[in-house]
């Protein structure tokens, strides 16, 4: 189960820790800023809020913010938001961070869910979550459960059980009962093979609607999650092919089933290569 930390928490990062971006390939990307270590404390105050509170936006607005992914230049998209958590690090300035009771549960649920893909090895569904009400809302939607779908596939080695803490960083009014916030997911997967701790950023759009808050975008902070787009948008959003869940999760597991007959025809090449040449260096060597 995830936690919230509430009140004053000291935010120790590496950045290149947090990055899962090969820095052989994306060394230019923005975040990648070397070893530098941010120690961020940062106060959160939830703020109560009854069902008066809620408020209806028009299923019909589609926000700055907001584009189908085909319209979306994701490597762009990378860059703004990675500025956005650079800033967050690199200011001096210690502020007090208030989130409404609503949003901070919808983030707690969501990302239960979202590592709970890590256990079932299932596609996530997270339609609860999501304000479905426009074409764009639904294929972030879909991106995010490709994503985390891939992640843990992805995994050899199996995961028993999983520990999170939700760090709310930043809560930005963009329009009218809708924020943007910014916020660090700490993880630590407990394995067959040890417990692997890691972390994520991700940019949250909230809307506070007739039924409740609800995501309207959800971006992540990790270049695979890049790379998805770029797929999702060449694979089936070009050739006006419609995008479903079982096709996305057909179409990833045979990519990685693809890719690890690759990686083992290419290490018994090796292996046998290796062979070869003892062969070689026994014969030489009794002549």
Same mark, same amino acid.
């Given at each position: ?8 928490? %000291?935010?120790?990062?590496?950045? +290149? #820790?947090?990055? $899962?971006?090969?820095?052989?390939? =994306?060394?230019? *990307? ?33 926000? %700055?913010?907001?584009?189908?992914? +085909? #319209?979306?230049? $994701?490597?762009?998209?990378?860059? =703004?938001?990675? *500025?956005k958590v650079a800033a967050f690090l690199n200011s001096p300035n210690v502020r007090t961070v208030t989130i409404s009771e609503g949003a901070c549960q919808l983030l707690e649920d969501f990302t239960d869910s979202y590592l709970k893909v890590y256990l079932t090895k299932n596609m996530p569904d997270l339609d609860t979550y999501y ?157």
């Amino acid at each position: 189960m995830g936690v919230l930390l509430v009140g004053v928490f %000291a935010l120790t990062l590496s950045i +290149s #820790a947090f990055s $899962a971006i090969d820095e052989s390939q =994306e060394s230019e *990307k923005l975040y990648m800023m070397g070893d530098a270590q941010a120690e961020v404390p940062v106060p959160v105050v939830i703020k109560k809020g009854g069902a008066d509170t809620k408020a209806a936006i028009h299923p019909d607005t589609q926000y %700055a913010f907001e584009n189908n992914l +085909s #319209a979306e230049n $994701a490597s762009m998209l990378f860059e =703004e938001n990675s *500025k956005k958590v650079a800033a967050f690090l690199n200011s001096p300035n210690v502020r007090t961070v208030t989130i409404s009771e609503g949003a901070c549960q919808l983030l707690e649920d969501f990302t239960d869910s979202y590592l709970k893909v890590y256990l079932t090895k299932n596609m996530p569904d997270l339609d609860t979550y999501y304000n479905l009400s426009s074409d764009a809302r639904k294929e972030n939607k879909l991106l995010v459960e490709a994503f985390a779908y891939q992640k843990a596939q992805a995994k050899s080695n199996k995961v028993e059980s999983v520990d999170s803490t939700l760090n709310i960083i930043e809560v930005t009014p963009v329009a009218a009962n809708v924020d943007e916030i910014l916020f660090y997911l700490q993880s630590t997967l407990h394995t067959d093979q040890g417990d692997e701790h890691g972390g994520t950023w991700f940019l949250a759009h909230i809307a506070n609607t007739a039924d409740g808050y609800k995501l309207l975008k959800l971006w992540i902070q990790d270049y695979a999650y890049e790379m998805m787009q770029n797929k999702l948008t060449r694979n089936y959003l070009s050739k006006d092919v419609e995008i479903s869940k079982d096709a996305l999760a057909r179409d990833i597991l045979n990519e990685i089933n693809s890719n690890m007959d690759h990686t083992e025809s290419v290490f018994n090449d090796s292996v046998k290569n290796m062979e070869n040449f003892r062969s070689f260096l026994d014969t030489a060597e009794h002549q």
